[in-house]
């Protein structure tokens, strides 16, 4: 399974950007996509997540607080693509942003995979 980010960029405070990222390769099932990333000096963060329903639960998404109403996950299932649509971007957000997914390629059970970081610049 390989994970491939595009998107990334240099925008002025106030902009927007949008990342995208396709899962290729042997997947069964897709049960979570997120974006998370990590700034110079810092560790890695969880931005947003959302994870694939069941039979008996909905699709999910959670953000970190200092996105939340600024930054929205979506998926297309059927292409195995996740999306983070970012809006309002602040300086703060400057980081390279990391592709993740949890998928299963067999019934049983299920890997983490990750995606080259993409870089996102916000100048002020």
């Known amino acids: 399974v390989q994970l491939q980010a595009s998107g990334g960029g240099l925008v002025q405070a106030g902009g927007s950007l949008r990342l995208s990222c396709a899962a290729s390769g042997s997947i069964l099932r897709v049960n979570a996509m997120g974006w998370y990333r990590q700034a110079p000096g810092k560790q890695r963060e969880l931005v947003a997540l959302h994870t694939t329903g069941t039979m008996l639960t909905d699709d999910s998404t959670m953000y970190a607080d200092s996105v939340k109403g600024r930054f929205t996950i979506s998926r297309d299932n059927a292409k195995n693509m996740v999306y983070l649509q970012m809006n309002s971007l602040k300086p703060e957000d400057t980081a390279v942003y990391f592709c993740?997914?949890?998928?299963?390629?067999?019934?049983?059970?299920?890997?983490?995979?990750w995606g080259r970081g993409t870089q996102v610049t916000v100048s002020s």
């Open positions: 993740h997914a949890k998928i299963s390629d067999n019934p049983w059970d299920s890997d983490d995979y």
